[in-house]
C-alpha cells in the first residue's frame, strides 16, 4: 500500500507546484531499486584485520603520515601527492605520476572504507595492504620496508605518533613498523567519505513519502535515473549505497599500455593477491578468526579475468576526472558516448553479455548527465 501511494506521489509530484502537471518517468516498479541505493552514508564499520581501525589516535597519526614526505624516497612525494582532497582524493592526470609514470589512473580514495577489493586490479583484499603498497613501489613512492621503519625511529614526531597509537616504541622488525604505518594510513582512510547528495535526499523522501521533497528533484535526473535503473541497467554493475558491486568487469576498455605491453588487470590482481604476504590469510591480519579472509581464500583466477577491471563507485564523479582505469575518457559525456557506441568485438567471447550498445539519443545522454551530477554534493 505504502509503494503504491509513493508511486502516485512520483506521477503527481510535480503537478502539485505548476500549472500544468509533468508526469514523472518512474514507476511503481522502480521504487526498490531506488531505494537499494540508500541510505548514505552508511555506518562506520570496524575492519578486523586492523587493531587500530577506528581509534582516533591512528586516524590523527594516519592524517599526519598521509602528507609526510618523509616515507617517501627523496622526501618529495606523500600519499596527498596523488591523492589531493580538493580532487576527490584522486589527482586530475589520465594515470598516475610518481617518481615513475604509471599505467593506471589514480583512482578516488573517498569511500574506500567500503570496499572489499582494493586497486584497480584487486590485487590487495585489505585496505592497509593497499597503503603499504605505494610506499615500496619503485616507481611511486620509491621506499622499503626498512626506509619506511628508520624514518619512524630516526624522526621524533613520528616516532612519538608511532607509540600513541600502538603503546611501544617503533621495534626493531622493519616489516612490522612499515604494515603498522599502512595501519594508521588505513585508519585514516576509512574515515573518507563523500557527502550526501540531491539524489540522496530524493531517494529519502521517496522513502518517506514526503511529497515537497520529491518534488526538489529535477525532471532531467528523474529520467536519467529511469534510464538508469531501465533500459540502460547500469545498476546491475554501479548498485548498492555506494554505485559499485565492488567486482571487475570488462567494458570494452583497450588494455594494451604500449607496443606488446598490456595490462592484464584482475587476471594479474589475482595472482599478485594469492602470492601477497600481506593478504588476509597472512600473519599481518589482526583478525585472529581470518573469518575476514573467506573471500581471499575462496577467489580463482580465470582467463574471462583478463582485462577486467574494478567498477568504480559514481559518487562525487565531478572532483575525479578523466575517466576509466587508463584515464582514457576526459569526461562524463565520453564516458556515456562509450557505452552508447560500444564496440561489442573488443569483450571477450564469454564475457559481458550484459552490455550492448545503449545508442542514446542526445536528450538521453542529458537526462543521463543530469542523474550522475546528483551523486555530486550539492553546490
Same mark, same amino acid.
Request: net charge neutral.
Given at each position: 500500500?505504502k509503494r503504491?501511494?509513493?508511486?502516485g ?13 509533468? #508526469?514523472?518517468p518512474?514507476?511503481? %516498479?522502480?521504487?526498490p ?10 555506518? +562506520?564499520?570496524?575492519? +578486523? ?5 577506528g ?7 594516519g592524517?599526519?603520515?598521509?602528507a609526510?614526505?618523509?616515507?617517501a624516497?627523496?622526501?618529495?612525494l ?27 589512473n ?17 590485487a590487495?583484499d585489505?585496505?592497509w ?22 624514518? #619512524?625511529?630516526e ?9 600513541r ?6 621495534g ?14 588505513a ?7 563523500s ?8 531517494r ?21 535515473l ?21 567486482e ?5 576498455v583497450?588494455?594494451?599500455?604500449a ?5 592484464a588487470?584482475?587476471f594479474a ?6 602470492a ?9 591480519? %589482526? %583478525? ?11 577467489v #580463482?583466477?580465470?582467463?574471462?579475468h583478463f582485462?577486467?577491471f ?11 576526472d578523466?575517466?576509466m582505469?587508463?584515464g ?10 562509450h557505452?552508447?557506441?560500444?564496440d ?5 567471447? %564469454?564475457?559481458?553479455?550484459i552490455?550492448?550498445?545503449l545508442?542514446?539519443?542526445p536528450?538521453?545522454t ?11 554534493p550539492?553546490?
Open positions: 500500500m503504491a501511494l509513493l508511486a506521489l512520483l506521477v503527481l509530484l510535480l503537478g502539485s507546484a505548476r500549472a500544468e502537471p509533468l #508526469v514523472s518512474l514507476s511503481n %516498479d522502480d521504487i531499486r531506488i531505494l537499494a541505493f540508500g541510505p548514505w552514508p552508511p555506518p +562506520p564499520v570496524r575492519d +578486523p584485520s586492523n587493531r587500530v581501525s581509534q582516533p589516535a591512528a586516524v590523527a597519526w592524517a599526519a603520515l598521509f609526510d614526505t618523509r616515507l624516497r627523496g622526501q618529495t606523500a600519499c596527498a601527492s596523488c591523492h589531493q582532497p580538493r580532487r576527490g582524493f584522486s589527482d586530475g592526470r589520465p594515470v598516475a605520476q610518481g617518481l615513475e609514470r604509471g599505467m593506471r589514480t583512482g578516488s580514495l573517498m569511500n574506500v572504507g567500503q570496499q572489499r577489493w582494493f586497486g584497480w586490479d584487486g590487495n585489505n585496505l595492504a593497499q597503503s603499504l603498497r605505494p610506499l615500496l613501489d619503485p616507481g611511486e613512492m620509491g621506499g622499503s620496508l626498512a626506509s619506511v621503519a628508520a624514518a #619512524v625511529r624522526h621524533a614526531d613520528l616516532r612519538d605518533g608511532y607509540g597509537v600502538f603503546g611501544v616504541a617503533p626493531s622488525d622493519d616489516e612490522r613498523v612499515a604494515v603498522d604505518v599502512a595501519k594508521a594510513l585508519a585514516y582512510q576509512e574515515t573518507l567519505v557527502a550526501r547528495t540531491p539524489f540522496d535526499e530524493f529519502d523522501a521517496l522513502q518517506r513519502g514526503d511529497r515537497t521533497g520529491i518534488a526538489a528533484y529535477p525532471l532531467p535526473a528523474q529520467r536519467g529511469a534510464l538508469f535503473i531501465g533500459r540502460g541497467r547500469c545498476y546491475v554493475c554501479h548498485g548498492g549505497p555506494s554505485f559499485s558491486n565492488g571487475f568487469h570488462d567494458i570494452g583497450p588494455f594494451f599500455v607496443k606488446g605491453k598490456v595490462d588487470g584482475r590482481g589475482i595472482a599478485a593477491l594469492k601477497s604476504r600481506y593478504n588476509l590469510l597472512g600473519n599481518f591480519n %589482526d %583478525d585472529a578468526t581470518r573469518a575476514s579472509a573467506i573471500s581471499t581464500r575462496h #580463482v583466477q580465470e582467463h574471462r582485462g577486467e574494478k567498477v568504480p563507485s559514481l559518487r562525487s564523479l565531478a572532483a575525479t578523466p575517466y582505469h587508463n582514457s575518457q576526459r569526461t562524463l559525456r565520453e564516458v556515456l558516448r557505452y552508447s557506441e560500444l561489442e568485438n573488443r569483450l571477450h567471447a %564469454d564475457g559481458e553479455s552490455l550492448v550498445p545508442r542514446l539519443t536528450g538521453e542529458d537526462d543521463l548527465l543530469a542523474f550522475l551530477d546528483s551523486l555530486n550539492a553546490r
